[in-house]
């Protein structure tokens, strides 16, 4: 199993940015796909979550300026980021538990937002 993330980058407080996440190598169904993030001397925190089924779930911070979502037939998971704050940087990681209840991670994308 591949996951590939993408879409990180060095945004001005209030821009957005737009990650990616497709996973590949497995025919299994997916359970959830999921946003994590780990900022320098922090514990690495879930973000958000696509369950299968549409449910969704977001951290607190996030709510109202993050928005999940996924593409079944392509196997991906996308985090629109809008109003970002310096509080949002870290390093993003993209996780996807399967139907077998084995579980992957993504190598991680950088965000950094700064003035």
């Not at 973000?47 to 969704?56: I, K, N, S």
């Not at 911070?61 to 809008?82: E, W």
């Not at 993003?92 to 209840?101: A, F, L, P, R, S």
Request: proline share 3%; charged share 15%.
């Amino acid at each position: 199993v591949q996951l590939q993330a993408f879409g990180g980058g060095l945004v001005q407080p209030g821009g957005s940015l737009r990650l990616s996440c497709a996973a590949s190598g497995t025919i299994l169904r997916i359970n959830t796909m999921d946003w994590f993030r780990q900022a320098p001397g922090k514990q690495r925190e879930l973000v958000a979550a696509a369950a299968t089924g549409g449910r969704t779930w977001y951290l607190d911070s996030v709510k109202g300026r993050f928005t999940i979502s996924r593409d079944n037939a392509k196997n991906t998971v996308y985090l629109q980021m809008n109003s970002l704050k310096p509080e949002d940087t870290a390093v993003y990681y993209c996780y996807v538990e399967y139907q077998d209840y084995s579980d992957y991670w993504g190598q991680g994308t950088q965000v950094t937002v700064s003035s």
